[in-house]
Structures are given as structure tokens and as C-alpha cells.
T-cell receptor
Framework: AQTVTQSQPEMSVQEAETVTLSCTYD???????LFWYKQPPSRQMILVIR??????QNATENRFSVNFQKAAKSFSLKISDSQLGDAAMYFC??????????????FGKGTHLIIQP | KAGVTQTPRYLIKTRGQQVTLSCSPI?????VSWYQQTPGQGLQFLFE???????NKGNFPGRFSGRQFSNSRSEMNVSTLELGDSALYLC?????????????FGQGTRLTVV
């Protein structure tokens, strides 16, 4: 079974600075997809960024980018110019491509990101 | 466009009872998946439906069941509730069944079993 590990239960960053959230995963598959989701206090999970494992180029979405190291099975999220609205729980997630992804998302335990004004 | 709607938002049930949670996906979305979120176990996959067919089920006992209707709305049912079933239940919908498709989540149903 695949596992996703987020080693930082909590991170704190000053507003406007850059922060990197870590994520590692364990899989024997070659076809898979990786995601970062954000869960603010409203509890609604929101997709931040996603990456297809077969693509070597790191995904970028505005202030959010990933560092995808396939050999190391690492998928970290970098948030640039942190804003107060970025404060939330961040979950790294894995989805197998096997069976069309029918196994659903496997989530890490999450990192609580605090933004200091 | 309306998002994913889960009802009810909060629920308190007694041990041994059964409960049904509802999820209305975004219009046009045919895939619905359910997750259980607890402080101890985190987010765990329950099941996924696509066009009324259950594609897969996570490692949960048979007390957990679900279904999807022809309009893509989905329900999940938990019978013989246990204290450990207290959790936030999240529903997500997506347009297709591709693993790369973005999943849009609802705000969840908070179930408390007493």
C-alpha cells in the first residue's frame, strides 16, 4: 500500500516570506499523481497544485510551486510571498493511476501552516 | 456554479443507530468519492462512485455503505454506529474518472456518536 508522510506537523512563517512544506511518499508504482490540498478552518479542502509523475517539469500555480524529486519520492510545496489567507492545514496526497485511480486519494497527516503578520 | 453540497452539516447520533449522509455534486460531475477525517487516523478513503457504480472501497467494515443515483447525487450509510465513527465525512466530486481530474470537496458532515 502507498503511504504519504508529512514530517512537519506545524510550520510558521512571516507574512511575505517563503516557506517550504515537505512530503515524501512510498510506492512501487510508476503511474501516479501527486497533489497538495489546503484545508482552511472552514474545513473545505481546496486543490492547490498537482503533478503527474511522468512529467519531470515541476508544476507551478502563481505563488505555489513544487519540487518533485521522483527518485527520492519527494514532493515538497513552496509558497512564495506568504499571505495571511494561506494559513491552513496543508495535505499532500497520492493517487495511483492503476485502475483509473479508483483507489482514491491517499493523504498525509497534514502540516498546519501559521502565517505571522 | 454551486459547489459540492453535503447535508446535514452536523449530526449527533447514539451508539447503535444508523445514519445517512447526503452529497450533491457539482452539476455535470459524474464521480463522487467519500473520505473520513479523524484526528487520529487523518483522512481515509471510503469509496468512490462513477455513473452509479462503485469503483472501489477503502478498508472500512461492511457497516459503511453507499450509493449513487442517476443524477449523480450520492449517499453514504453507516449502520450500528460506534463511538469511533465520530468524524468529519467529506464528499468530493469530479468531472470524470481520470485520476488527474481535480476533486472538488464539500464542507463535510460532522458526525458525533454518543
Amino acid at each position: 500500500a502507498q503511504t504519504v508522510t508529512q514530517s512537519q506537523p506545524e510550520m510558521s512563517v512571516q507574512e511575505a516570506e517563503t516557506v517550504t512544506l515537505s512530503c515524501t511518499y512510498d510506492t512501487s508504482e510508476s503511474d501516479y499523481y501527486l497533489f497538495w490540498y489546503k484545508q482552511p478552518p472552514s474545513r473545505q479542502m481546496i486543490l492547490v497544485i498537482r503533478q503527474e509523475a511522468y512529467k519531470q517539469q515541476n508544476a507551478t500555480e502563481n505563488r505555489f510551486s513544487v519540487n518533485f524529486q521522483k527518485a527520492a519520492k519527494s514532493f515538497s510545496l513552496k509558497i512564495s510571498d506568504s499571505q495571511l489567507g494561506d494559513a491552513a492545514m496543508y495535505f499532500c496526497a497520492y493517487r495511483s493511476g492503476r485502475g483509473g485511480g479508483a483507489d482514491g486519494l491517499t493523504f498525509g497527516k497534514g502540516t498546519h501552516l501559521i502565517i505571522q503578520p | 456554479k454551486a459547489g459540492v453540497t453535503q447535508t446535514p452539516r452536523y449530526l449527533i447520533k447514539t451508539r447503535g443507530q444508523q445514519v445517512t449522509l447526503s452529497c450533491s455534486p457539482i452539476s455535470g460531475h459524474r464521480s463522487v468519492s467519500w473520505y473520513q477525517q479523524t484526528p487520529g487516523q487523518g483522512l481515509q478513503f471510503l469509496f468512490e462512485y462513477f455513473s452509479e457504480t462503485q469503483r472501489n472501497k477503502g478498508n472500512f467494515p461492511g457497516r459503511f455503505s453507499g450509493r449513487q443515483f442517476s443524477n449523480s447525487r450520492s449517499e453514504m450509510n453507516v449502520s450500528t454506529l460506534e463511538l469511533g465513527d465520530s468524524a468529519l465525512y467529506l464528499c468530493a466530486s469530479s468531472l470524470g474518472d481520470s485520476p488527474y481530474t481535480e476533486a472538488f470537496f464539500g464542507q463535510g458532515t460532522r458526525l458525533t456518536v454518543v
